[in-house]
């Protein structure tokens, strides 16, 4: 971890220096109010080299009377969603940042000059001024527009598409979302660690395990917890149960957004044996519980025969879905070459996790950790970025988590799961995890009672979302809800 | 070995898979709605689901439910993907304001006779969302509300029971 404090004029150069280096996109931006202690805001930048997963931050102070900064957002396009955040959370200016629409706060429903992150924050009176959302718009003879949501057909999240199309093919999509923001961000705030957690489950459902761990992790590296081995190996095999009950789920999808639906049951019976393991494992379908700050909950006796026995079953089912999608001509004529996203356009709007992976992005924050090294670890990449490579993807790291369930398992240490309870010191932290989607980062500071004073969280989706809005361009409307689901990304994760 | 047959093969092979679910396993609930339900729906429940906020649990929850092993449409119940042809209307979720026209609009085009189910103990009274400045603390203060399935998420089985319960 290297920490960089540099005087506000020199943020930009600092970041703009560190990105070219490292190679690496915006990982998080974001501002901590600290007018009452310090009088000022304090702006992060975090940055991160994936060969050797150093982070490195940029950090400075932006008084109270002049909250401005240069945005970084002209040249490290990944920073942009972070600026606009940052504005409408904080009222902090990016300067030259051309886009100025809100993400979250809706203009129909939220009032000018309310800012929800800021500390003296006290609540606003509904309002909202009545005018038109701009999506940008394309002109010219013959295009049309197709507007889809925020309530869609299937039962899925909400979110608003704008396809502007020119007969079959998509020339631009414009997304709008933030249909799911609860505030929680703010919620977390003055809550002590350990309610923390609950709240973390509920960024994201289907990622709940990764979240939970994710803002353990924060809070632990903040208060030095050591975290006993068997606890490090029990969450990674419960976070690779979450992976695979994920990726057999949008491979099941992708199947059944083609119209292919028997594989799409057998991958729905899979999903159904998973979370049904994961329920006699910890008590919860969605592993909710599974961990706690300084450990996580034991296996029980004979549980290590439960999961491998339950594991020889879908991985044999599973390799007769990977067959069937595989070697049928009219499903590979969908998925092959559909929906691609270039390598330079994965680095430029900072798409990571599977998606950047199936684009050549070999970035996996599994790599060189503890316990994943120690079972042999073997990282997915394809250069293809379209459909079909997503979907191998899943397929590849579904099998591959199901190996190292078993390899974690046969070397899974003896001892407590939960470190000796200890105070929570002051200070702030990063946790960071791989999930299904990709990368689940949060930042978190604590004040000397222990208490939660600001939590950032990015979720993968976060990033991932503008990575579909380029990947479906020149693709036909009907493949969109395919290119959809190879990327499966969350809602409720993007707009917390 | 050809497409075809080796679905036919591994269809074979599984069997039926589909959970039995005893009558015994259903409480009843909601006698009085049961039977304007019986009478008006003949058993035939078409809904239509809209997410106002949840973190995505309950969604996975309600499609578990229509999945092979618990196949919620053996019990005349089905999920629709316009609200015009919706007889009831499920909602997750504590309700983001960003949501609160979307939900009612949806509501609107829904033809009569119709009702409320919300699904998820966020949808309820805001659950751990409860007091964010940007949720309305669950569906009742938006429509009215006629059956209530809780947890956070329900699982399958508890949904379908609550559901059959009610019809």
């Keep these: ?496 | 070995m050809t497409m075809l047959s080796h679905i036919l093969k591994n269809r074979l092979k599984k069997g039926l898979v589909t959970r039995p679910i005893a009558s015994q396993e259903i409480d009843s609930l909601g006698q009085e709605l049961n039977r304007t339900i019986n009478k008006i729906f003949k058993r035939s429940l078409h809904i239509r689901e809209v997410d106002t906020g949840s973190c995505g649990a309950c969604e996975s929850e309600i499609i578990a439910a229509t999945n092979p092993i618990y196949d919620l449409q053996r019990f005349g119940i089905s999920f629709v993907a316009s609200p015009r042809h919706a007889d009831a209307l499920l909602v997750t979720g504590p309700v983001s304001k960003n949501m609160v026209l979307a939900l009612k609009k949806t509501y609107e085009a829904m033809p009569e006779p119709k009702f409320v189910i919300t699904l998820g103990d966020c949808a309820l009274d805001g659950g751990v969302f409860k007091g964010s400045y940007y949720v309305e603390n669950g569906v009742s203060s938006v429509l009215p509300v006629s059956l209530h399935i809780p947890g956070c998420p329900p699982t399958p089985l508890e949904i379908i029971k609550r559901l059959l319960a009610f019809l």
């Design chain 1, 1 to 496: 971890m290297i920490y960089l404090e540099v005087k506000p004029e020199e943020f930009k150069s600092t970041c703009l220096k560190l990105h070219k280096e490292l190679h690496s996109p915006v990982m998080m931006l974001f501002v901590d109010d600290e007018r009452i202690e310090q009088g000022g805001y304090f702006i992060y930048c975090a940055f991160l080299s994936f060969k050797e997963q150093q982070w490195s931050w940029v950090k400075t102070r932006l008084p109270a009377d002049n909250p401005v900064f240069d945005s970084i957002a002209k040249e490290i396009y990944s920073a942009n969603l972070f600026e606009r955040e940052i504005k409408e959370m904080f009222g902090l200016e990016p300067l030259g940042n051309p886009d100025n629409r809100r993400l979250r706060l809706h203009d129909e429903v939220w009032p000018e000059g309310h800012f929800p992150l800021r500390k003296d924050f006290s609540g606003a009176n509904a309002g909202g001024r009545v005018g038109e959302y701009s999506a940008g718009q394309v002109f010219g003879e013959g295009i049309f527009e197709v507007p889809v949501g925020p309530v869609h057909a299937g039962i899925i999240g909400p979110g608003h598409f704008c396809f502007s199309v020119a007969g079959e093919p998509i020339i631009k999509l414009s997304t709008r979302f933030g249909f799911t923001h609860r505030g929680i961000e703010k919620l977390l705030e003055n809550k002590l660690p350990d309610e923390g957690v609950a709240l973390a489950e509920r960024v994201s459902g289907d990622s709940s395990l990764a979240q939970a761990q994710a803002f353990c992790r924060a809070i632990e590296n903040i208060s030095k917890l050591i975290v006993p081995e068997r606890a490090l190996y029990l969450r990674a095999i419960f976070l690779e149960l979450e992976r695979m009950y994920n990726h057999i789920s949008s491979i099941g999808g992708m199947a059944i957004d083609v119209g292919f639906s028997f594989p799409a049951a057998l991958c729905s019976i899979i999903k159904e044996a998973l979370q049904a393991l994961n329920d006699r494992l910890v008590g919860s379908r969605f592993l909710k519980g599974a961990v706690a700050i300084g450990g996580c909950r034991d296996i029980k006796e004979g549980d290590k025969k439960l999961i491998i026995d339950s594991l020889a079953i879908i991985m044999a089912d599973f390799s007769e879905v990977r067959k069937m999608l595989l070697t049928s001509v009219s499903f590979m004529d969908r998925v092959d070459t559909t929906g691609r996203l270039s390598l330079e356009n994965a680095e430029n709007l900072g798409v990571l996790g599977m998606a950047g992976r199936a684009s050549g992005l070999a970035v996996d924050l599994r790599d060189n950790i503890y316990p994943y090294s120690a079972a042999g670890f073997k990282m997915m990449v394809r250069n293809e970025g379209d459909v079909l490579a997503r979907l191998i993807i899943r397929l590849d790291e579904f099998e591959e988590s199901g190996r190292l369930i078993q390899e974690l398992l046969d070397k899974l240490p003896k001892g407590e799961t939960m470190s000796q309870p200890g105070k929570y010191s002051q200070g702030s932290g990063l946790g960071a995890v791989e999930g299904a989607r990709g990368p689940v980062l949060y930042w978190a500071r604590l004040n000397n009672e222990g208490r939660i004073v600001r939590c950032k969280i990015v979720d993968p989706s976060f990033r991932n979302w503008t990575g579909l809005s380029l990947a479906v361009l020149e693709n036909i409307v009907p493949d969109f809800p395919v290119c959809n689901k190879s990327f499966d990304l969350s809602y409720a994760g993007n707009d917390l």
